[in-house]
Nanobody, 123 residues
Framework: QVQLVESGGGLVQAGGSLRLSCAAS????????MGWFRQAPGKEREFVAA????????YYADSVKGRFTISKDNFKNTVYLQMNSLKPEDTAVYYC????????????????WGQGTQVTVSS
């Protein structure tokens, strides 16, 4: 069983930056790729970004394109989400997940989830 642990969340002012990390417990973490999702209070969990296992291909929600960057280090079993130019609407709990197969954009295709890390952006 792959275990995922997120870190790096916190409180930041609008326009600021944060880098989230997600450490996996196994070398073969996310052989189908890894993704970041977020969930704000009262809203459904939504796709943020994903990356293929090789790291060659990445995917982004339109709302974060040009501001967020996903990357991964297979030697460290870690995936990152660099978040720049943060906005109050980015406030949410952010989850990383290991994709099994299928669409990178659907949470249903991800088999293992971390516990989440809170990101709060003040205006």
């Amino acid at each position: 069983q792959v275990q995922l642990v997120e870190s790096g969340g916190g409180l930041v002012q609008a326009g600021g930056s944060l880098r989230l990390s997600c450490a996996a417990s196994a070398r073969t973490f996310g052989s189908g790729g890894m993704g970041w999702f977020r969930q704000a209070p009262g809203k459904e969990r939504e796709f943020v970004a994903a990356i293929s296992w090789s790291g060659d291909t990445s995917y982004y929600a339109d709302s974060v394109k040009g501001r967020f960057t996903i990357s991964k280090d297979n030697f460290k079993n870690t995936v990152y989400l660099q978040m720049n130019s943060l906005k109050p609407e980015d406030t949410a709990v952010y989850y990383c997940a290991a994709r099994y197969s299928g669409s990178y954009y659907s949470p249903l295709e991800y088999r293992t989830w971390g516990q989440g890390t809170q990101v709060t952006v003040s205006s």
